[in-house]
């Protein structure tokens, strides 16, 4: 399976993006990660085909993802300049157990 990102961008505090990811295949769990500048990579959000979805607590209220068959998609509102960084779309079969990985899209968060 092959993950295909974008929608990265440079915003103002308070602002919004939207990202896409479009994987080549079927695929269970979908999700977004975020590597902040010196920070280690964590997850952010994920999705399953039945729907069922998750957030970190550092985004819960701000960010959705949303998921249109192989399509998925991060709203991301309010956006705060501790969001900057790169966000890199995943999957798997298994949550916990990700696979696949596409290419990072940048988004920086201006105060």
């Known amino acids: 399976v092959q993950l295909q990102a974008s929608g990265g961008g440079l915003v103002q505090a308070g602002g919004s993006l939207r990202l896409s990811c479009v994987a080549s295949?079927?695929?269970?769990?979908m999700a977004w990660y975020h590597e902040a500048p010196g920070k280690l990579r964590e997850m952010v959000a994920f999705i399953t085909t039945k729907g069922t979805s998750n957030y970190a607590s550092s985004v819960k209220g701000r960010f959705t993802m949303s998921r249109d068959k192989n399509t998925v998609f991060l709203q991301m509102n309010r956006l705060k300049p501790d969001d900057t960084g790169v966000y890199y779309c995943a999957a798997g079969e298994v949550l916990g157990d990700t696979k696949y990985w596409g290419q990072g899209t940048q988004v920086t968060v201006s105060s």
């Open positions: 295949g079927d695929i269970n769990v």
